[in-house]
Every structure is written in structure tokens, then in C-alpha cells.
């Protein structure tokens, strides 16, 4: 179920290159542990994020000598570092002493009783599964009064623990906040507030007591039926999961209620709160509405699917405005970045660019954080005398032969009946293999276990039964875990590991044997589809969905030279090693906390309104002053029709006597900064000499007294992009009735101002910017800006910044005159947003010498707002003071 909140106040020591968070702040948890007593338990934390501090209810466990460490079990995913504190489920039937209520389980047998060449195929029983679930309240009540202690956990996100403790000395303090993993709707409220006290005191973490039906339906069915298949591209089409949708939606709305319940309650000034994963993605906003200025991050750990599959989700809407309460959206690879702008944009009809979503108010930003693993602690693990036993035993149990070795989820994105046929053609394909090569798959129990498992069965007893003899079988298929020190064994001794994922969010298996492949240098066989793909380009990419590509990788793989071998795995290291699991914490943290500073900086839901008395004293004591004033929707009021002619009518002759008294002052340099074409802009203002001239949004300029324009576009530059944006635009045109398609010299601008129906023009536009960066911003440099009722395309690298830019430079090459040593920059809609940012970067000698306006109450980059055109031109007129 959960994911995690941390809280992180100030250290005095901070690592080079990574800010210190202010004081105090929070990360949101993990899901819960599943009940010890269940042999095969892990329910939750199977395919979850985090669970460092799940809990236990145990009678005497300090006492029991007979049940194994928890370090002889295996550990999640092979992450290394013992776990974080836990409070376990029921005691087991040997703490009760009661067969009666506990049967005796005989255990399953395992990598510790290494006998036979192969282990036997999975027993009918096992491939149905066990359930996996937190105690049934009838069970619980046996243990509501029980005696209780904190464990370490054995399971769960060990990998974000790890992470999150490794950067202690950048954070004072780090607070866990999650559920108990056990059911707690018959436990005491004495015995809650009594958890919650030793948890607090001694263990930093915050539980989340929730109704045990809500822990059911949020968990067991959105999260893992809904939420699960459709970020793995799997549609939930079948009838449990359109049985699920309605119900368990409740669920997943109450859990992550009450995560932000106990986040907001437990919050103070300055906190920093890090939800991670896809269970707690409502927890964003959820927390934004009650916490309006905190530091909020989101991390999803599993794939975000293209935009097309995400629609199909009932919830959409919901999930995504969830997410967007975050300042900070953090995915693994740039695909899933990519996804996930396009959907907010069509679904959201919000302006997405590649750095984040623009809405209303705020902006969020998103980034690429691939998660890594912790090689200084693995490699003090493999470093443990039980693992280099295991290798011996390995090494002499398969000597002769060479190893496979795989470690997946029996889950149907994992590709494991895909990687059982790729190897089944590779014995076809290359029969002089056959009674030499063996493949050890170790496959772990999902929380949903359903009739997948009976297929991949089926097809292991295939391979087995034509390729066996007498003493060899050539597949070793175990479902179930291993100890940790048998994984580092088998990576160890491997002669390939092969991951042939169909959808990963990462996947650090890849990763944990690169590490233990030292001495050998083995290759990796990975599928393009898994997480770390992108990363690891020295490993051997194979589409698991071609059986023959992954046969010939495999022989590859084994027929390499060890020379290739060495420098394959020595690039491969060298990525592992630089992007760690420490570096992943490190990174995100001083990101979130960067970015949450710029947009309490520039998106202030409170901008001034301008202020007079300030800023004239700095204008009538400026020597040189420079003024860009933006024209449609500041100087003049927006009109309706996109004509040259009727747009000239449109100029006050207010305006136009402000505008030349401005420009008739010898210490004001004025530019009109217009989106509009340069015959437009002569037409208006071409009669004024000491007028400069900025046209179709900073492509043109024209320089006072000058009566050239030049182009801010290299000469001699191609733009064949324009054609294909036209054929864009003429697509939605038909499409959008009342539309019209503005070509001006670089730019292209397809207006809906006057569309039938403006919501649908809006809904459009947004479609068609995804398709022309999609189609064509892949290919050439440009960006598609939505504005106000209209949709511009142009070279990415121009804009009014930029043109403010060479401005600026002009004035300040000029010989024999006083610097520039005043800025009004006045603006109102997106395309104004990139000169103010540029013009509030210049440093003149004042923070009240550079004034940047916005027109209107909103969010922008403007340190100041005006209400609208007549109170731009009531301030310029004050300014020049007749």
C-alpha cells in the first residue's frame, strides 16, 4: 500500500553540491508488511515502494530462540541494508505454543538443499498461491490485547531506505510515515496510542491507522488490479477489475485521505514532504489544499503509460490533479516524463513544455531520476563467508555447465513465459547447447496470483520434458525467494543473467549483477523495454517479444570474448557505480527543494499590485531608462479578428500620444514588443522615429531611427518544419469551425478566438500541440506555445527574451552614453512570461530598478500586476508627468 513522507530538518553539514532542506520536513510512506504468520506473506510490499517501518504485534519474540533471523530470509528485490524498524502481525504458532490454532507447515524446500540437479516444478497448491493479506479481523482478535514489540522489517522498499539513510548527514531529522501491515480495526485504542508513542520515540516514523475494508480496497483491488495492469499497459477489461472500479476507488480515495491526514497534522513551517509511488498519488494535492506553501515531491517508482492507455482509466482527472499538487514530479527514464506531459495536456488541457506543467496559479515541474542501488553496502555483502560458500556450492553442483541466472516476479509484465520460449529457441536454434547450459529462474510470488502462473508451468514442463535426460534438466524453476547471500551467489556465478521485461519502471537486478560480475565480467542480457535500458547501453538489447533475437543474444552472450566482455562490463560499472542509490536521494531532494524556492519566488499567489510611490522616485532619478511594452492585450485591448487592417483601427490615440511622449524623452529608449507582423507594426508606429520595433514575438527587430529590420533567425537558415505545421493547422482548422490560420514571415499562428465553441478550440489546440511536438519538435528545433485563444509555432531558440537580450547588448556597445539604469517591462499573457524572467536576471544597481507588470491578477514571473489596459496607460502617463 503506501509509499513514503519524510521529514528532513536542516543539517549543519551539507555534502558539496546538495542543499540542506529547511528546516524540518516530511516523506510519505511505504506499504504495510504482510502478516509473518503467513509462510509465503509479503502481500503489499510485493510490488510496493516502501514499507521501511511496517509493524508487528508479537508475544515474548525477544524470548524465542527457534524462528530463523530475519536476515536468513530473503530480502526484497536482493537490496542489502537491514530494514527499517517494523511492528510484525500475530504471533506464529510457536510463540503460542497452540498447534491447535497453528498447524505445522512443512517449509518449502529452497537453495539450502542443493541435491538434486533441479528443483521440482511448482505443486498445484502453490501455483493457485496463498493469499495474501493482511490477518482477517476474526484472526486479529485473537491478538487485539497481545504483547508487542518493533521488528526491522524483512521486506519491503529496502532500496528507498537505504537511499533516504544515506544522505543523513545533508538532513537533521527523516520521519517515516505508513501503515502497520496488520489489521487494526479490533486493536485497542490503547494499544494504537501506545504504537504510536514507541514509533514516534524511538523509531521516527508516524502510522497511519486505517479502516482494515479501505486497507483491502485500496491495496488489494485499485492499487493491484486497476492502478497495477493499466502503468504496465495492461487494460483492466476483465470482469473483476470492472467489478473493482466503482468500489475500490472509494478506498484508494479514504487510505490516501488519511496518509495526508496524518502528514498535515504532523507538519511544521518549512517541512519538506516526499511521497513516493503510485499508492499515495491522490496524497499531492490532497495536501496542497490544506498546505497551500509546503515542499512537496512525488517519485513514481513503476512506468507512467503513454497517454492513450492512461485515458482509459475511469479516474483519470482525478489522479492526474492529484499529482499536480507537487511542486516536484520525479519519473525513472524520459519516456515516462514524455507520457506524462501529453496527458496532463489532452486530458488536463494544460500547457506542458519539457521542464513541466503550467497551470493557473503554480507550475510543476518534472524530472528524470533514475533510481540505483548501494554498491558500497552490496559490495560489504558479498563480502560475507555465506556467500562465497554458496558460490562453491554452485560452482560444484553445476560444474560443466553454463548459468543462466534470473530473479523476477511471477507477474506477467516481468516477460517470464517469453524469456521460458526465447530459451527454448535458443536449445532449438543451437542444439550443441543442449545438456550444457542450465537456467535458473527464482520466481517470486506476486500479491495476485491468478492463471498466469499455470502458464508459465506449463511451458517450463514443455522444455524440461523434451530437453531433460537422466542427469541434466535444463530449467531450475524456483517460486519462491532465496537468501540474500544465495542471490549474490548466483550473480556471482553466472555466465548471463537475462531480463526480459515487458514494461519496468527500472528493474536493479540488472545493476546488483553488473556489481557482482567483478572477476567474471559476464554479459547482460536486457530487454529495451525495462527501465534501465536507457541507461546501460553496453549491455545486449533484446525485444523479449522476438524469441529468436533473445536466442541469438543469449548465444552471443556466451560466445563473447572476454576482451569485449571487459570493456562491456567496465561501462556498465561506471554507470552503476556514478548513479547510486545515494546520488538518486541526493539529487531529488536538492532538486525539490531548488525548485520549490523559484516557485515560491516567481508564482506567488499574492504579486503586489504596482505601486507608484516606489518605482516613480526610481524612474525620475534614472539617467537611462529602458521601456518594452508589450502591445495586444496591454497597450491596446485584445480584438477579435487577426486582419492587419482592422488591428491598426484598433490603436487608441490616447496610446499613441503616451507612447511618442515616452519616446521623445532622451533618456527613455522605448520598444513596442509585439506578436504581430512587421507591416503591422510600421503601419502603427512607423511614423515615430525614436520608436524600436519587436515583431512576431521577438523573430524582428528594429532598432530606433533605424528603418531596416533584422532578423534574429541565422541568415540562410531552413524552415521546412513550416509546411508540415501547416498541414497541421489546416487539419484542425477543418475541424474547428470558426478557426483561422495566421501565416506570418517565421512564425505560424492558428486562432480560435472566434471558434463556434471556444472550450472545444482550447481542447484542439491542446491536441495539436502534442501532435506538432510529437511529429515534428522531434525532428526540428521548434516549440508550439498555447496563448490566449490561439496556438503559435516558431524556432524554439526565439522568443521575446531572447530579443530583449540583444537589445540590451546593443545599448550597451554604444560608445559615449550613460548605461541603462531603469527596465519597465510590461506584458500579459505566456509569450510576456520569458522576458520577464530575463529582464528580473539583469542587475542594474536595484531590485526596484528592473519593473517587471504582468495585466491582470495571476500567476506569472512579474513582480508586479496591473488591472488591465487603461491602468498601464494611467501608470506611463504618471511616469512622464504632464
Not at 510490499?45 to 527457534?66: G, M
Not at 511492528?87 to 538434486?116: D, M
Not at 554452485?394 to 520460449?421: C, F, N
Request: charged fraction near 20%; glycine fraction near 6%; proline fraction near 6%.
Amino acid at each position: 500500500m503506501s509509499d513514503q513522507i519524510q521529514r528532513a530538518f536542516p543539517a549543519k553539514k551539507v555534502t558539496p553540491g546538495v542543499m540542506a532542506l529547511p528546516p524540518a520536513s516530511i516523506l510519505a510512506p511505504p506499504p504495510p508488511t504482510s502478516p509473518r504468520f503467513y509462510r509465503a506473506s509479503s502481500s503489499s510490499v510485493e510490488a510496493v515502494t516502501a514499507v521501511p517501518k511496517p509493524i508487528s504485534n508479537k508475544a515474548d519474540r525477544a524470548k524465542d530462540q527457534e524462528r530463523p533471523s530475519l536476515l536468513q530470509r530473503s530480502s526484497y528485490h536482493g537490496h542489502i541494508s537491514t530494514p527499517p524498524p517494523s511492528i510484525l502481525a500475530p504471533p506464529t504458532e510457536r510463540k503460542l505454543k497452540n498447534p491447535n490454532v497453528f498447524p505445522e507447515v512443512e517449509p518449502r524446500p529452497t537453495l539450502n538443499q542443493p541435491r538434486s540437479r533441479a528443483s521440482d516444478l511448482p505443486s498445484v497448491s502453490t501455483q493457485k498461491g496463498h493469499s495474501h493479506r493482511r490477518p482477517s479481523i476474526d484472526s486479529a482478535k485473537v491478538f487485539a490485547d497481545a504483547a508487542w514489540t518493533v521488528e526491522k522489517a524483512s521486506s519491503g522498499n529496502i532500496g528507498l531506505y537505504n537511499a533516504v539513510n544515506s544522505i543523513q548527514d545533508q538532513l537533521a531529522k527523516t520521519i517515516w510515515v505508513g501503515t502497520l501491515g496488520m489489521a487494526t480495526d479490533t486493536l485497542p485504542d490503547r494499544t494504537r496510542g501506545d504504537i504510536k508513542a514507541e514509533l514516534a520515540l524511538n523509531h521516527s516514523s508516524i502510522p497511519v491507522f486505517v479502516n482494515d475494508m479501505d486497507f483491502e480496497g485500496h491495496y488489494h483491488q485499485f492499487c493491484k488490479q486497476i492502478l497495477w495492469p493499466v502503468f504496465h499497459y495492461v487494460l483492466p477489461d476483465n470482469l473483476r477489475n470492472k467489478s473493482y472500479e466503482d468500489g475500490s476507488w472509494k478506498h484508494y480515495v479514504a487510505v490516501n485521505r488519511a496518509f495526508a491526514d496524518a502528514i498535515v497534522e504532523n507538519y511544521r513551517q518549512n517541512d519538506t514532504i516526499w511521497v513516493n509511488d503510485y499508492h499515495l498519488m491522490l496524497v499531492p494535492n490532497m495536501v496542497r489544499e490544506r498546505l497551500p506553501d509546503a515542499s512537496i515531491g512525488f517519485f513514481l517508482h513503476i512506468p507512467f503509460p503513454s497517454s492513450e492507455i492512461f485515458k482509459c482509466l475511469h479516474v483519470r482527472k482525478e489522479v492526474l490533479q492529484g499529482l499536480l499538487g507537487a511542486d516536484l514530479i520525479g519519473f525513472q527514464t524520459y519516456s515516462f516524463v514524455r507520457h506524462f506531459l501529453q496527458t496532463c495536456s489532452r486530458i488536463l488541457s494544460v500547457e506542458s513544455s519539457p521542464k513541466g506543467i503550467q497551470l493557473e496559479n503554480t507550475a510543476v515541474s518534472v524530472g528524470i531520476f533514475p533510481i540505483g542501488i548501494d554498491t558500497k553496502g552490496l559490495n560489504v555483502r558479498r563480502q560475507d563467508p555465506e556467500v562465497a560458500q554458496w558460490v562453491n556450492v554452485l560452482k560444484e553442483k553445476y560444474s560443466g555447465m553454463k548459468l543462466i541466472v534470473a530473479r523476477d516476479k511471477l507477474d506477467y509484465v516481468k516477460g517470464v513465459r517469453q524469456k521460458m520460449l526465447a530459451f527454448e529457441r535458443f536449445l532449438d536454434l543451437y542444439p550443441e547447447w543442449q545438456g550444457k547450459i542450465v537456467l535458473i529462474q527464482v520466481a517470486l510470488s506476486t500479491t495476485e496470483q491468478n492463471e498466469f502462473q499455470g502458464q508459465v508451468s506449463d511451458v517450463v514442463t514443455r522444455i524440461n520434458s523434451r530437453f531433460s535426460s537422466l542427469s541434466y534438466q535444463p530449467i531450475v524453476f524456483l517460486h519462491q525467494d532465496i537468501t540474500f547471500s544465495q542471490y549474490l551467489g548466483l550473480l556471482t556465478v553466472a555466465d548471463l543473467c537475462l531480463i526480459t521485461s515487458l514494461r519496468d519502471g527500472m528493474n536493479l537486478t540488472s545493476h546488483e549483477y553488473i556489481v557482482c560480475q567483478e572477476q567474471q565480467k559476464n554479459p547482460l542480457v536486457l530487454s529495451e523495454f525495462a527501465g534501465t535500458y536507457g541507461s546501460l547501453g553496453a549491455c545486449l538489447r533484446v525485444n523479449p517479444w522476438n524469441y529468436a533475437e533473445v536466442a541469438e543474444a543469449i548465444h552471443e552472450g556466451l560466445t563473447m570474448k572476454n576482451d569485449e566482455k571487459a570493456i562491456r562490463w567496465n561501462e556498465l560499472r561506471k554507470h552503476v557505480c556514478t548513479n547510486s542509490a545515494q546520488f538518486w536521494a541526493s539529487d531529488f531532494v536538492s532538486e525539490l527543494v531548488k525548485v520549490h524556492g523559484d516557485l515560491q519566488r516567481r508564482y506567488s499567489i499574492h504579486i503586489p499590485l504596482f505601486n507608484m510611490g516606489v518605482v516613480l522616485p526610481e524612474f525620475q532619478a534614472a539617467k537611462r531608462r529602458l521601456l518594452l511594452l508589450d502591445y495586444d492585450g496591454t497597450l491596446v485591448p485584445f480584438e477579435r479578428t487577426t486582419s492587419v487592417r482592422s488591428r491598426s483601427q484598433a490603436s487608441s490615440e490616447d496610446m499613441m500620444r503616451i507612447v511618442k511622449q515616452l519616446a521623445d524623452d532622451p533618456r527613455n529608449v522605448v520598444y513596442i514588443m509585439g506578436g504581430r507582423t512587421r507591416e503591422c507594426l510600421d503601419k502603427t508606429f512607423g511614423h515615430l522615429e525614436n520608436i524600436g520595433l519587436c515583431a512576431e514575438g521577438g523573430c524582428f527587430l528594429k532598432f530606433p531611427g533605424k528603418s531596416n529590420w533584422e532578423s534574429q533567425l541565422q541568415e540562410g537558415t531552413d524552415m521546412p518544419w513550416r509546411k508540415k505545421v501547416m498541414e497541421m493547422f489546416e487539419y484542425y482548422k477543418e475541424r474547428t469551425p470558426g478557426s483561422e490560420i495566421e501565416v506570418k514571415t517565421i512564425p505560424i499562428v492558428w486562432h480560435y478566438r472566434q471558434a463556434d465553441n471556444p472550450s472545444y478550440g482550447l481542447w484542439q489546440a491542446r491536441e495539436c500541440q502534442n501532435h506538432i511536438e510529437e511529429a515534428i519538435g522531434s525532428i526540428y528545433p521548434i516549440h508550439a506555445v498555447v496563448g490566449r485563444k490561439f496556438l503559435e509555432v516558431m524556432p524554439r531558440d526565439i522568443n521575446k527574451a531572447s530579443a530583449c537580450k540583444t537589445i540590451v547588448e546593443s545599448l550597451q556597445q554604444q560608445p559615449g552614453v550613460e548605461p541603462i539604469d531603469f527596465i519597465l517591462s510590461i506584458g500579459d499573457d505566456r509569450s510576456d512570461e520569458d522576458m520577464f524572467v530575463y529582464c528580473n536576471g539583469l542587475d542594474i544597481g536595484g531590485e526596484n530598478r528592473v519593473v517587471t507588470c504582468t495585466v491582470g491578477s495571476k500567476s506569472s514571473q512579474a513582480r508586479w500586476f496591473v488591472p488591465g489596459v487603461s491602468s498601464v496607460l494611467q501608470g506611463l502617463q504618471k511616469m512622464i508627468g504632464k
